[in-house]
């Protein structure tokens, strides 16, 4: 079973949130990892770019296939997880620890759209 | 017929496996109003014997003319080794090379290939995908914009790209929805510098593209222009003719960011416009932007080395719309024409295939111009296999080149307006060809004029 | 046994001062003129240096790890793997055809020219289309000319707020992805349970933005959509164009062709249906049909036959452009023109009758042992969804035999593998495409393979799943290959 961490935010799309006062630290889920197998590359957006909830601000890679990551919320890039872009097997062996962008939270409203972890874990379920 | 190896008893057997009558019963579901009722009208059946009998006589309608055209595509020698090697069908019949374990082949001289041109041009990596020049000078504009994470939609695109090239960017440009900038030559019929920085100016400039030898032949001097793109945050693609290479500073000696142009000239036959093979390379930086098939090098579950086709994910077959390009071709037997000719010729052969050509297109260039019909268009700027003349004579241009092909001469590339002719000089030229094209200008220009020009 | 001393890489191979060349004393060197010296190169290229045998030796080591059609049986799914006709490629290197250069002019390449036109007329008889460029060099740049038409189509009447485009969700992503390059955004059609597209969905997405819809008949699946006229007459009544993929040509080629079914443009790709060798992954061909009414937005230049029966290369001014520097892939066009001549009317009907004919036949010799998640009646290809789980295909399993296994194992009996993993209808998509090129009992030799290895799955997974074990190399590792980034030869350190 994948690893679903309490207190988070989590979308369809299984991208989480990790808020922080005004920032939110987004990274994919255990088992959006689990899903795509061996990451071999993180497109990250750089920093100061805006991210606009519900849209694409980059992608995992595997070996063969390819995942568009959704921003789950909007906001200013203020930090990327450069670790990433030399060891991206990161998200694998820990996908809650290794965030991909942090961000300034420009609407903490957008977080009620979100789902907590029992209505994410009921999600994967299906 | 020969390629059918179904006996009726064997059509018998697997109908009857299979449940059904007949043939036709395996079409049941077709609506009857969309299956074809009469036969096809499009010719009978021919013989192995009479297939070679038609086929040889539209070969033979083909005038065979002594080729002094250029343009891009250059009457190169093609050694004996090349055909010969590339006919192996277990190379030719053979698929994209997915399965790796049995495609071996494949994967090891396009990664050959990927070297040889990635070292040719002076960059980092070349991927193995591109149909032609053309349209490779197009994907390096894409990608251009591509890398630009849809921030930036102009590109700035030099008017002396030879004329066919410069039409397949501004198609790909009009539907892609990139905004092109084109930029005219100056007076010496190199790009001109000033409209370039000024172009540059406007904030959203993803990419410049420039040729290296252009379409009058020219030699462009591009010192500077990598660090004016860059500073405007804007990448450089440097489209030239592959063979150019072995004398000319190479795009990445320049500075450039992509690479791009066609290996035509790198013994592959002119056949009467394809297949080439087009290439792209880039910087490690921008690999995963680039489009197209990479084979890279690994090792085998026994720990062997081998060679896998990989960064997939930018390709069609997994991120759909979102990938680098929808090419799908492996541009596989061109690239083993390629990589074949250059384990062949070296950089030493090649260099003094080049130095040949250019020393007989200067020698040609003198004598024609030395011709009341010709001056020198560019007289100014450097050249290497091929230059440009004003054309000056009373005759329509165009009736002076159908002359000189009734006396056997492909002589060089009018212009539309007829008043400029390029031509260009191969190392299969030889000095009897080029006296003869002289004296049949001097005829042929000479023919139905006044004394007084 | 491969040579290993030739089985290295020709940079290791290479010597300094060797020569495989010969060239002529440079005959004017008198006229040397010396290129500007901040135009030179300063870093001679690392090129090989090797003599004629160490080339010949080294290319033939590495054929003979290289699996092609004439080696064997390639299933491949959505490829048309047939056999590649030798004679095709002996009149394409007739020096009539391999010497002219491009741009010589119409009057000096009307050789070329009028077999460029005649092969036309042939495709355009056999699809029901009116006219037929040839200048697409592959099948994605087909789609891509096809549909820069139908844009150019749209934007001659003034309507251009159509800029969507319908593709299944079956479909081969390359459909999605031209549309991309092409400006188009896309719009996706379900498919029913039966495979076909599900007419509610595709209704429900009809409206004055759809430029058109991009459809392959019989689509992916194998499976002819019966539906195609109201399909067709539905996206017409909202003002979009059909756009039909020709990769599943050949099992209707001769039965029924794609103008009657209602479809305005199509690529076709000549290396699938029209026999021209896949050369590793291409040089290909692409040629492009439009219906009558449509003739004056395809590529500039146009192959047009004069009244007084001379062909020219046009430049239309309607036309959407140049999408090539000459005439496509001459020397493939006129490889499948032999094909074409060689078929002829009394044998063109047969090739997707027999190419359906064994499609079908392997499908019901190993529908036992493998899932066939659709049953009926296939065209040219079926898809199995991986083994049946009573031989170790059960998917809930995480041990259980994939079909990556079966196609691995495939290759130790010198068959190729089918395309895998496509379509992604399907967690197991095992496509298989014989074509009519293949004998009764290469076909049974396939179906006894497929049965043991069947077999093997319930008796010897471990076996299966380390396949394969007799080829020139064990799996690689595709995950090293990503991470190493190793795209060009460096010497070892």
New interface residues.
């Given amino acids: 079973m994948s690893k679903v961490i309490e207190g988070l935010y989590y979308s369809e799309s299984h991208e989480y949130v990790k808020v922080e006062g005004e920032y939110g630290y987004i990274g994919i889920t255990d088992f959006a990892q689990s899903q795509l197998g061996n990451v071999v590359y993180v497109d990250m957006p750089g920093e100061g770019d805006e991210v606009t909830a519900g849209e694409p601000f980059g992608a995992v890679e595997s070996v063969k296939a390819a995942s568009d990551l959704i921003s789950p919320v909007s906001g200013e890039v203020v930090e990327v997880n450069t670790a990433l872009e030399d060891t991206p097997e990161l998200v694998n062996e820990d996908a809650f620890a290794n965030w991909i962008i942090k961000v300034k939270l420009s609407d903490s409203a957008e977080l009620d759209a979100l789902m907590d972890a029992a209505a994410y874990t009921a999600a994967c379920a299906e | ?1 020969k ?4 006996t009726p008893e ?2 018998r ?3 009857e ?4 009558q007949n ?2 019963d ?6 009857e ?4 009722k009469g ?8 013989t ?1 014997m ?3 009998r ?12 002594c ?1 002094f ?1 250029g ?3 250059y ?1 190169r020698y093609v ?1 004996s ?1 090349v ?1 010969y ?1 590339c ?20 994967l ?5 290939y ?3 041109m ?3 041009t ?1 960059m ?3 991927n193995a ?1 591109m ?5 490779a000078t197009a994907e390096a504009m ?1 990608m251009c914009v591509a890398s630009a ?1 849809g921030k930036r939609h102009r590109v700035v695109v030099s008017q002396t790209l ?1 004329p ?2 410069l ?2 960017v ?3 440009a ?4 990139v905004t092109l900038c084109e930029v005219g030559p100056d007076a010496h019929g190199l790009t001109c510098r000033e409209a370039i920085n000024a172009a540059l100016a406007a904030a959203d400039v993803a990419g410049v593209i420039v040729p290296l030898t252009n379409r009058y032949g020219l ?1 462009e ?1 591009l ?1 500077g222009l990598a660090d004016a793109c860059h500073a405007a945050g804007a990448l450089l693609a440097i489209n030239s003719v592959a063979s150019h ?6 795009p990445g ?1 320049w500075g450039a960011d992509i690479a791009c142009g ?1 290996a035509q000239s790198l013994g592959i ?9 087009g290439y792209l390379c880039t910087t ?1 930086a921008l ?2 932007k680039m489009p197209g ?10 720990g ?1 080395r ?3 086709l ?14 680098t ?12 024409h390629v ?2 000719y ?12 080049e ?2 050509a ?3 297109a ?2 040609l260039c ?1 004598r024609l111009a030395a011709l009341p019909c010709f001056e020198q268009a560019f007289p100014e700027s ?1 050249f ?1 296999n091929e230059f440009t003349l004003c054309y000056t004579g009373c005759r329509p241009l165009a009736d002076v ?2 002359d000189m ?1 009734d006396r056997g001469f ?1 002589a060089g ?1 009018a212009s539309a307006d007829g008043t400029m002719l390029t031509l260009a000089v191969t ?1 299969q030229r ?2 009897d060809e080029v006296d003869a094209l002289v004296k049949a200008f001097a005829e042929v220009c000479q023919a139905g004029c006044g004394t007084n020009q | 046994m491969n040579n290993t001393y030739y089985g290295k890489l020709i940079f290791e191979l290479s010597k300094e001062g060797r020569r495989g060349y010969s060239l002529p004393a440079n005959p004017w060197a008198a006229h040397h003129t010396p290129i500007p010296a901040h135009l030179q190169r300063t870093t001679p290229a690392a090129l090989p240096e090797a003599d004629e045998q160490t080339v010949a030796r080294h290319y033939t080591n590495m054929s003979n790890n290289n699996f092609g059609v004439d080696t064997g049986f390639y299933p491949l799914g959505s490829c048309t793997m047939k056999y590649n006709p030798k004679i095709n490629e002996e009149v394409a290197a007739l020096p009539g055809f391999t010497q002219p250069h491009p741009a010589a002019g119409d009057a000096n390449l009307q050789g070329a020219l009028r077999l460029y036109y005649e092969t036309g007329r042939i495709l355009s008889e056999l699809t029901g289309l009116a006219e037929f460029t040839i200048n697409p060099y592959a099948g994605a740049h087909g789609e891509l000319t096809g549909l820069m038409v139908i844009r150019a189509y749209h934007r001659s009447r003034g309507d251009v707020q159509r800029t969507k485009i319908i593709v299944p969700d079956s479909a081969h992503g390359t459909n999605p992805a031209s549309a991309a390059v092409a400006g188009l955004k896309i719009v996706q059609v379900k498919s029913t349970p039966e495979g076909t597209v599900d007419l509610d969905s595709l209704r429900s997405v009809l409206g004055p933005d759809i430029a058109g819809m991009m459809m392959t008949n019989p689509n992916t699946l194998g499976i002819f959509e019966t539906h195609i006229p109201e399909i067709a007459r539905m996206v017409h009544e909202c003002g979009g164009l059909m756009y039909y993929d020709g990769a599943n040509f050949n099992p209707i080629l001769g039965v029924c062709r794609p103008g009657d079914m209602g479809f305005d443009v199509m690529h076709i790709n000549l290396h699938k249906t029209f026999s021209t060798p896949h050369g590793g992954g291409g040089p290909g061909s692409g040629p492009v049909g439009v219906r009558s009414g449509l003739e004056q937005f395809l590529p500039n230049p146009r192959v047009l036959r004069r009244d007084d029966g001379t062909f020219t290369m046009a430049e239309c001014p309607e036309a959407l452009g140049r999408i090539s520097s000459w005439l496509g892939n001459f020397g493939i066009i006129v490889r499948a023109y032999a094909y074409l001549l060689t078929l002829g009317r009394e044998h063109v009907g047969q090739v997707g009758r027999l190419a359906v004919l064994g499609a079908n036949y392997i499908k019901e010799c190993l529908k036992d042992c493998y899932k066939l998640p659709i049953d009926g009646l296939c065209k040219h290809e079926f898809v199995f969804d991986g083994l049946r789980p009573e031989y170790g295909g059960e998917h809930s399993d995480p041990a259980h035999v994939t079909t990556l296994d079966v196609a691995k194992r495939l290759l130790d009996f010198g068959f190729h593998a089918p395309t895998i993993y496509f379509p992604l209808l399907f967690h197991e998509s095992l496509m298989i495409e014989p074509t009519e090129t293949e004998s009764k009992e290469t076909l049974d030799t396939f179906i006894a393979t497929l049965r043991q290895i069947a077999e093997e799955a319930k008796t010897d997974p471990d076996m299966v799943k380390a396949a394969p074990h007799h080829t020139p190399i064990r799996r690689p590792d595709d995950v090293l290959a990503v991470k190493a980034g190793k795209f060009v030869y460096q010497p070892e350190a």
């Fill in positions: 017929m390629y059918f190896p179904q064997d059509i057997a697997m109908l496996r299979i449940g059904v043939l036709d395996l079409f049941a579901e077709i609506p109003e969309l299956k074809l036969e096809l009208q499009i010719p009978h059946a021919q192995e009479e297939v070679r038609t086929i040889g006589a539209m070969a033979a309608e083909n005038r065979p003319l080729c055209a343009g891009g595509v009457d050694p080794m055909g090697l006919q192996r069908s277990e190379f030719s019949t053979s698929y994209t090379p997915y399965q790796a374990e049995i495609s071996q082949g494949t090891q001289y396009i990664f050959e990927q070297t040889m990635a070292r040719l002076g980092d990596v070349s995908s149909y032609d020049g053309a349209t894409m994470k030879f066919e090239v039409d397949v501004r198609t790909y009009d539907y892609h929805g030699i001097d010192t290479l072995a004398l000319l500073k190479s000696e066609d036959d002119m056949g009467c416009g394809g297949p080439y093979i490690n690999v995963r098939r990479l084979v890279g090098q690994t090792v085998d579950a026994a062997n081998c060679f896998v990989t960064l997939q994910a930018r390709e069609q077959h997994i991120r759909r719309e979102k990938a390009s929808n090419i799908c071709t492996a541009q596989g037997i061109m690239c083993l990589a074949i250059l384990a062949l010729m070296g950089q030493a052969g090649l260099a003094e295939t130095q040949t250019a020393d007989g200067h020698c003198q450097a290497l080149m159908a092909a492909l590339i190392e030889t000095p």
